[in-house]
């Protein structure tokens, strides 16, 4: 008998037929919106798999359901949006979508921090809004991105992938991490520093370091007030790293220049939200990974891991894999 799963939401074609060829399937396909809390209860007491997306919470209470589980499939590369420690203790493997989103999602990190810094939104608001009267010296003039320094805040895959397009740009680029990681400042010329010396150095800060207890309001009041009047700050990990509100005041009260948001604590965020009132700030609804290309891949690898570990074999994307073992030789 195949193993039963089921499938949060609608998927691409292609990753139906795989998931169908392997597994006994149900899906919540009625619209394109997570799937109630109430549907996915009670469909997990009876699963082996659940695939499911960056939009469920599946907390203590929805994994303490389960009594077969063994699989939690994300597609997605952070996993916040799981407990980690509840899926472990009862043996369960969770599994993310890491390497097929790098560049993708590196790209769209550059593109925010370019619209920042020329103003692009702003300004095709400006001429669609019948404002352009005249070509004007100082008219709509951001800050140079060639040339800048850009702050990294995580060195991990994105992180480097984003150091290689800033140096196309002949930009310093800085990074802060929790491990040094001296072969990759060697190999792409970028520099460590504490959080601090970034902060204050840098033109561009980026952040692209995991959702944790210890990142949680990671760049509050204090740490943008380290920063300079010029700069920009981007933020295309998650919402809750930096601390909206403090954020708001601080573009408010010109006491840094921009922000380039993909990701809010409230997702979606809501139309209310004061960062939404500031034009200096550019918005995008979480779509750091979103081309066809890779959206595509990451459905499929999201797939292949949960078909992996139902079959029995290990895979290199088990988040928990680690402490699995552990568990099991207790
Ligand atoms: C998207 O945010 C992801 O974690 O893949
Ligand atoms: C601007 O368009 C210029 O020619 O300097």
Not at 264 to 293: D, K, M, R
Not at 307 to 312: A, E, F, Q, R, T
Not at 320 to 328: M, R, V, W
Request: a negative charge; glycine letters at 6%.
């Amino acid at each position: 008998m195949k193993p039963k799963i089921f499938v949060t939401r609608k998927l691409p074609e292609e990753t139906m037929k795989l998931l169908k060829e392997h597994c006994d399937v149900k899906i919540w396909e009625q619209e394109d919106l997570p799937v109630p809390r109430e549907v996915l209860i009670e469909e997990i007491q009876e699963i082996d798999g659940l695939y499911c997306l960056l939009t469920e919470a599946i907390d203590k209470e929805v994994i303490d359901r389960a009594k077969k589980l063994k699989v939690i499939s994300n597609m997605a590369v952070g996993y916040n949006n799981i407990d980690i420690e509840s899926a472990t203790k009862q043996g369960i493997a969770v599994t993310n979508t890491p390497g097929v989103l790098t560049e993708t999602t590196a790209d769209l990190t550059f593109s925010l921090l370019m619209s920042v810094a020329r103003r692009i939104v702003d300004a095709d608001c400006f001429l669609r809004n019948g404002n352009w009267k005249t070509w004007s010296p100082m008219l709509l003039t951001g800050q140079d991105i060639h040339g800048a320094t850009l702050g990294i805040i995580g060195l991990g895959r994105i992180g480097e992938a984003l150091a290689k397009r800033a140096q196309g740009f002949n930009m310093k680029i800085l990074y802060h991490n929790r491990t040094r990681k001296y072969a990759v400042e060697e190999r792409l010329n970028i520099h460590y520093v504490e959080l601090e010396a970034l902060l204050r150095e840098s033109d561009f800060v980026c952040i692209l370091t995991p959702y944790t207890e210890e990142t949680k309001n990671l760049i509050d009041e204090e740490e943008l007030s380290l920063m300079k009047e010029s700069a920009i700050l981007i933020n295309s990990s998650r919402g809750g790293i930096v601390n909206e509100e403090a954020l708001y005041k601080a573009l408010l009260d010109q006491k840094i220049w921009g922000a380039g948001l993909d990701v809010f604590e409230e997702e979606p965020v809501s139309l209310e939200s004061p960062l939404l009132s500031l034009p200096n700030v550019v918005v995008t609804p979480h779509i750091g990974s979103a081309s066809i290309q890779t959206r595509h891949l990451m459905a499929q690898l999201a797939a292949e891991n949960l078909i992996g570990v139902l079959n029995g074999k290990s895979s290199n994307h088990i988040v928990n894999e680690a402490d699995l073992k552990f568990n099991s030789n207790k």
